[in-house]
């Protein structure tokens, strides 16, 4: 039955639709009690309730049952309230007995909690219209109890009611029904209408104390309603339908977990069928007649019966197919199977005969606590050595130093379910610490952190056939002696229990040298959860490879050193910060494998590599170092630097954090996992045609030849890294600028070379290096370049290009020439050796501005055929005081510079 089915008078056709679960039935607590006979007495005589005709021929399609009012309100005692829903339920069982359609009352409290109405008196001062739009009921019944005695005549089996209610009909606000009575239930022998063996399930106190009540308002409704006319047209069902007097179970209000029993009684007519829904979640359980009239039967949850909220409705049914459907008034249950999480975090110290526990506290809210496990050798097994509330724990319950105890964790919930074990936890327990160390270790040996700090005084070795494993949560120190590693070491912490290794004393004079693995090869060493701080190299690998996982080497000198062919760590996880120089150095054909690691914030460079092209970089965060990201001082070893974090996602910004043979093909946008790789676009080392999309002419991939001239054009942007060269094929080959922009991005250590593909190179071999027809929407720029052999090396007809750092020398004619209504801008370079004309000739509106530079060696300085005057102030022209005969035009050369500007390009 879905929660909006209400309990009914069926056919059998539509009762054997459904499916029939049996259970096997274990045995069951039973209390029965003879319940006794009930005396009502009714408020004293006035008029009779009004009663509408029309209840008979037109009834409420619908009746919501109102949260039934107590003479103290919101102050009334939380068993008295508890009483007041039980009454209602019970009412709403009865009333359905009649034949009136009855919303359920959790549905029709969820609709008036749903507009904010949650007290019985906010409810009850409601215009009726607006009660019945809420619940969508036709008709609402208001209930008001006067007095609820549960231990009338001073016995727990007695209790006394006063009830009214009140039907009204809810677009006229008519009052359709109305009932009063008082009613006292009291042991007894049987009498009147007895309503026969009444169930008290064993164990469920909240039942126990409310069956009184239960019981009596049960007894009361079933002789108030007499008065309730029957519709006129299931009048005739109604003298068939078999009587239920009670369906209760030992599961109200009760939370069950798996493999918990829920039992249901149902007592009424004898020889029937009967069964049982746990909500609409289990339909159908079948009840077994246990003594005539009384039927039980029970549920055992399963693993993943999980809800909230679900009423036990039991059904009764005729042989001709008739059914009474009568839900528990005790309340709803709720079936929870899923046990807490497995808690993690897991911490020990063992010291002096002593294991302290801690773990990071489970945050369910039905969370109960924490079952504690332990096992010693040489048994295996674990068995419960105690509880908490809290996520920690001491024992000190048999514990020897020296002797190993192992650990498990589970959490348990409020209802039982428990949660798989965590991972075992070892703890050893040991005199505490500090504990000097020196020399050589010679045998498989363990530092553990009970006896931390461990001091270094001097070197210690690790010998080749040695193991030295640390626990957990330890702590190293060195007055400047290195640990050396020959054989093994086996340091794995945790994020709740890193290990560290430091130098002894913050006001040391000198840092300790570090961890250094000497030629260890393939012997098995890790470093994991590891900090190692204030070490002139903090891991150093020498034709060695460890692993170092989520570790830390911040501020050190260098964090991280790596030498040899026979070197190959992997490092990941591992943050690589603050250190004074470089985080990691890489050299002489090692090839450390760095994912996923963050290296940020050093000194220098991020990594800084030298003849070592097996490197892989892969998911890295590199940024903010104060250097480059990565630099690579070997241009015969170009290392892929591809698929990392730079802290952009603007292309042209990654391209400037390196420098070298640095290849990348393609970066993230952002810090793995999360990031999504971006391909650089780029082009081949042939250069020529349509250039209609922004690429990349990388340092890895140069030399470039252009054939034919490149057009950068509708908008795109042509970026070249630093150190590119490209070569011009002899005749009209250039980098043509004409709705876009150029880019060259070199630097004062790796300028880009702009020069002929000729063997033997000599002025003219081809027309133009960069020809500026137009601007795009970005600027163009050329730093740090160098252009020769050309005809005219920068002809700018449109646009206003920076360019800076630039040597431009050899050229046949000009180092610049502009004209239109150009202009472009020029500093810090060096224009020599044009003997055949001026190095920069400006004609049409261009107004060209020239600072800074050393312009010399050429046969005329500048001409300037512009209708514009040329600001060529504060350059050097060669000499002190420069000859005027080197300007042709409108210039304007003074102030001159008195000797050669010192930052230009050379």
């Not at 029937?272 to 039967?297: H, K, S």
């Not at 949660?419 to 160390?437: R, W």
């Amino acid at each position: 039955m879905t929660d909006t089915a209400q309990p009914r008078i069926a056919t059998k056709a539509s009762n054997n639709a459904k499916v029939l679960i049996a259970l096997a039935l274990l045995p069951l607590t039973t209390l029965w009690l003879m319940s006794g006979c009930v005396r009502q007495q009714h408020a004293p005589a006035t008029s009779p309730p009004p009663v509408e005709s029309r209840l008979k021929e037109q009834p409420p399609r619908l009746v919501a049952i109102l949260p039934f009012e107590l003479p103290s309100g919101e102050a009334a005692m939380e068993e008295d309230k508890a009483d007041a829903e039980i009454i209602r339920r019970t009412f709403a069982n009865h009333l359905r007995t009649r034949h009136y359609e009855v919303q359920r009352p959790p549905e029709t409290d969820t609709l008036l909690q749903g507009k904010g109405l949650v007290r019985s008196e906010e409810v009850a001062k409601l215009p009726v219209s607006r009660l019945g739009a809420i619940t969508q009921a036709d008709a609402v019944i208001f209930g008001q109890i006067a007095k609820i005695d549960r231990h009338a005549e001073g016995s727990p089996d007695k209790a006394t009611l006063e009830v009214r209610l009140r039907m009204v009909e809810a677009q006229t606000g008519t009052v359709l029904w109305e009932n009063g009575a008082v009613s006292q239930a009291q042991a007894g022998q049987p009498g009147g209408h007895s309503p026969g063996l009444v169930m008290v399930p064993d164990g469920n106190a909240f039942v126990l104390r409310h069956m009184a009540v239960q019981r009596t308002a049960s007894e009361l409704f079933r002789n108030m309603l007499q008065t309730l006319p029957l519709p006129l047209v299931k009048t005739s069902e109604a003298v068939k339908a078999p009587t239920v007097m009670q369906v209760v179970s030992d599961a109200a209000t009760a939370t069950r977990k798996a493999s918990d029993q829920i039992t249901v009684w149902l007592q009424g007519d004898p020889h029937l069928q009967a069964t049982f829904d746990v909500g609409p979640y289990r339909p159908e359980q079948v009840l077994t007649e246990v003594q005539p009239g009384v039927y039980t039967g029970s549920y055992k949850v399963q693993p993943g019966d999980n809800a909230t909220s679900l009423t036990i409705v039991g059904h009764l049914s005729d042989p001709t197919g008739l059914t009474v459907d009568w839900e528990d008034p005790f309340g709803p249950v709720t079936l929870d199977t899923d046990p807490p999480a497995t808690p993690t975090g897991l911490t020990i110290l063992a010291q002096d005969k002593v294991a302290s526990l801690r773990w990071k506290a489970n945050r369910e809210a039905d969370l109960a606590g924490y079952r504690i496990y332990k096992s010693t050798p040489p048994s295996a097994d674990f068995q419960l050595l105690g509880t908490s509330e809290l996520p920690f724990f001491k024992d000190s319950k048999e514990l020897m130093n020296r002797r190993p105890s192992y650990y498990k964790i589970a959490a348990y919930d409020k209802v039982g379910n428990e949660s798989k074990l965590s991972e075992a936890l070892v703890g050893v327990p040991v005199l505490s610490g500090p504990t000097p160390v020196r020399g050589t270790i010679q045998s498989s040996t363990a530092w553990y952190a009970g006896e931390s700090p461990y001091v270094l005084d001097g070197d210690v070795v690790v010998a080749p056939e040695a193991t030295l494993t640390i626990e957990a949560g330890t702590v190293v120190k060195s007055t400047g002696g290195a640990l050396i590693v020959r054989g093994s070491l086996i340091a794995r912490g945790s994020a709740e229990q890193r290990i560290v290794m430091t130098a002894e004393s913050d006001r040391q004079e000198h840092p300790w040298t570090g961890i250094v693995f000497d030629q260890a090869g393939e012997r098995e060493n890790v470093l994991e959860w590891v900090r190692v701080t204030r070490a002139v190299v903090g891991v150093n690998c020498e034709g060695a490879s460890p692993k170092i996982l989520a570790s830390e080497l911040t501020e050190n000198g260098i964090g991280l050193t790596v030498s040899h062919a026979a070197s190959h760590p992997l490092v990941e996880r591992t943050q690589i910060m603050r250190n004074l120089e470089d985080g990691v150095s890489v050299q002489d054909a090692a090839a450390p494998v760095l994912t996923a690691n963050r290296i940020a914030q050093n000194k220098r460079h991020g990594i800084a590599l030298n003849h070592a092209p097996g490197v892989i970089l892969r998911g890295n965060a590199l940024l903010d170092n104060d250097g480059l990201q990565v630099w690579n001082a070997t241009a015969a070893a170009p290392v892929d630097a591809g698929g990392n974090w730079w802290g952009t996602s603007e292309g042209v910004a990654v391209l400037s954090k390196v420098d070298g043979a640095v290849r990348i093909d393609d970066y993230l946008d952002g810090p793995a996992p999360g990031g999504k790789p971006v391909v650089l676009p780029t082009l081949g080392p042939g250069l020529g045609g349509p250039l209609t999309e922004s690429a990349f002419l990388l340092l890895s991939k140069s030399p470039y030849l252009v054939s034919q001239s490149l057009v950068i054009d509708k908008g795109a942007t042509l970026v070249i890294q630093a150190g590119v060269v490209i070569r011009f094929k002899a005749g009209d080959n250039s980098l043509v600028v004409r709705e876009g922009a150029i880019q060259a991005l070199g630097t004062k250590q790796r300028p880009i070379t702009l020069t002929s593909a000729s063997a033997s190179p000599k002025p003219g071999d081809y027309t133009t290096a960069v020809r500026f027809e137009g601007a795009g929407q970005l600027p163009s720029v050329l730093k740090h370049i160098r252009i020769n052999y050309a005809t005219t090396a920068l002809h700018v007809a449109g646009g206003s290009p920076d360019i800076a750092h630039a040597v431009i020398t050899h050229n046949l004619q000009s180092a610049l020439e502009c004209g239109g209504q150009s202009s472009p801008n020029m500093s810090y370079s060096t224009l020599a050796e044009h003997p055949n004309n001026a190095a920069v000739i400006c004609s049409g509106q261009a107004r060209a501005t020239l600072h800074r530079n050393n312009i010399v060696k050429n046969a005329w300085s500048v001409i300037n055929h512009s209708s514009q005057p040329l600001d060529a102030r504060e350059n050097w022209w060669g000499a002190a005081q420069p000859d005027e005969k080197l300007f042709l035009g409108t210039v304007e050369f003074k102030p001159a510079l008195k000797q050669p500007e010192p930052d230009a390009a050379k």
